[in-house]
């Protein structure tokens, strides 16, 4: 029986306008670049519907340029699209899913030219616009100076954070004063912004990360011959309880490693990927104590397959190490590999998320709303680092390799990580204590003799001497009766009797 084709129908996501063309009308190296292009999403770890939605956009873009895809500009032509979209499209959800599709097209033709993306720009006028020129222009300075500290892939996160923190304090004084040069930010604009903000409920740890970044952006200024108000330099930071976190009890890191494992054994290609992932970095940081970021920027050239190790470049302080890394973590990396996509076409890190770097929600994100759930337990990624220390320091790890491993610069940071189990506790001093008790039993039993059964007989009769009522009488004379006896027996035994002839 032959099989009867349906009429074709169009698909309200896509109206018939003169800008769109069949497929069958593309040039053909379109069509094959649409194919590769589905492709990529779908190594991407991108499912059915995602790769319709972003389709109905690429075919669009397709359409409407009318040109072989070499020759699109990803920039001035797609912003070209992007225009035609807000202009045909109403709704702001089909708007906002095309908008994605057309930035998934954008990233892919740049990745086909070999062209990194555009670099992210700074919001230096919603930060510094309100300060004063020669305030503006030192914070410009030191942010700058600052960037050449951090690794390329960070320095724009990075900038935003110290540039958000430094310049609110800074904000609030000029609102209140008016500055003419830096000997005018004193401590009590400080101690006025201080107060002003722990009224309005912010936590003094948070206050702490702003003076920090005041002293700092002070101390380079000064550097560079600037006056400044030496009394803000001496301005300690306010008492907070420095709280880390706890790690996590081994019954519940089973249940949460169980739960991810069973997602990398799902039939289903999506959530296996995304568990293959999981397993991985979640084994990098609980058996070796990799922080996150270090898991996040980790290239597939950092990893030594044969010895074992995977080397750390420019971590925290800009510090490189070598850190070991166990069976089961090899075995889960050579595992996600084959569903990570082909390394030709993706960027150097280890592990991506739609074709970029994980993002420094992820981890914490997969944890709290996939996994703790199941198992009733909340777990961060950081305590995951914490866990490592614990677990390597009760397993009889020296205190300063579990320090190298971790990378820490000071031993006392390594054993503020750590804390060793109550049941190690307390089998490390039934162990010692052992030992202590077995040489003082040895030293006692060197300088005392046994006492004789005279001794013993005359320590009874001196107990007779005592208040003693009737009760305790009679066993008092039942031991001297009893020591007697033991001590006749005794000599009986020595000295034996020659029987008669």
């Not at 359409?63 to 895809?69: A, C, G, Q, R, T």
Request: aromatic share 8%; hydrophobic share 40%; net charge positive.
């Amino acid at each position: 029986m032959t099989r009867q084709r349906r009429p074709f129908k169009h698909k309200p996501g896509l109206p018939l306008t003169p800008a769109h063309k069949a497929v069958r009308d593309w040039l053909s190296v379109n069509r094959g670049f649409y194919a590769n292009f589905r492709d990529w999403l779908y190594h991407g770890g991108y499912g059915p519907s995602a790769m319709n939605i972003y389709g109905v956009a690429v075919r669009l873009a397709l359409s409407l340029l009318n040109k072989p895809y070499w020759h699109i500009d990803p920039e001035a032509d797609l912003n070209r699209v992007r225009d035609y979209i807000r202009e045909q499209y109403p709704s702001e959800g089909t708007r906002s899913s095309y908008f994605k599709g057309i930035a998934k097209l954008e990233a892919y033709l740049r990745e086909q030219y070999h062209q990194p993306a555009p670099e992210k720009k700074l919001n230096w006028d919603y930060h510094t616009g309100s300060l004063p020129t020669w305030m503006a222009e030192a914070v410009r300075a030191y942010v700058q100076h600052c960037r050449l500290r951090w690794r390329p892939e960070r320095q724009h996160e990075a900038s935003y954070e110290l540039l958000s923190s430094l310049t609110h304090p800074l904000r609030w004084m000029v609102a209140q004063a008016t500055l003419t040069d830096l000997t005018e930010v004193t401590p009590q604009l400080w101690y006025a912004y201080a107060d002003a903000r722990l009224a309005e409920g912010v936590k003094p740890v948070t206050l702490n990360g702003a003076l920090s970044r005041l002293h700092g952006w002070l101390y380079y200024l000064a550097e560079q011959g600037q006056s400044i108000c030496q009394r803000l330099l001496q301005v300690e930071p306010l008492d907070a309880h420095k709280s880390l976190p706890r790690d996590v009890p081994p019954e519940q890191l089973r249940c949460v490693l169980h739960a991810i494992q069973t997602a990398a054994c799902s039939l289903h290609a999506g959530v296996r990927r995304m568990g293959l992932m999981d397993q991985a970095w979640f084994l990098l940081m609980l058996h070796s104590g990799l922080r996150l970021g270090e898991v996040r920027y980790l290239r597939l050239n950092d990893i030594d397959w044969e010895r074992r190790l995977i080397r750390i470049e420019q971590s925290k302080g800009l510090k490189d190490r070598l850190v070991p890394v166990s069976d089961a973590t090899i075995e889960a990396l050579r595992a996600y590999l084959p569903v990570r996509g082909p390394a030709e076409s993706l960027p150097e890190q280890v592990f991506l998320y739609r074709h970029k770097p994980l993002t420094k929600c992820y981890a914490e994100g997969r944890l709290r709303k996939y996994y703790a759930p199941r198992c009733g337990v909340r777990v961060t990624p950081h305590q995951l680092r914490h866990s490592c220390a614990t677990l390597l320091l009760n397993a009889g790890a020296p205190v300063l390799t579990v320090q190298t491993i971790l990378g820490h610069r000071h031993i006392d940071t390594t054993l503020g990580y750590a804390r060793l189990y109550d049941g190690t506790v307390a089998a490390d001093y039934y162990r010692a204590m052992a030992q202590v008790e077995n040489r003082l039993n040895l030293a006692e039993n060197a300088a005392i003799s046994p006492p004789s059964p005279g001794e013993l007989v005359a320590l009874v009769d001196s107990l007779r001497n005592g208040t003693l009522n009737e009760q305790q009488a009679e066993v008092v004379r039942a031991l001297r009766a009893g020591i007697l006896a033991l001590a006749e027996q005794t000599t009986s035994a020595a000295n034996p009797s020659t029987p008669s002839g």
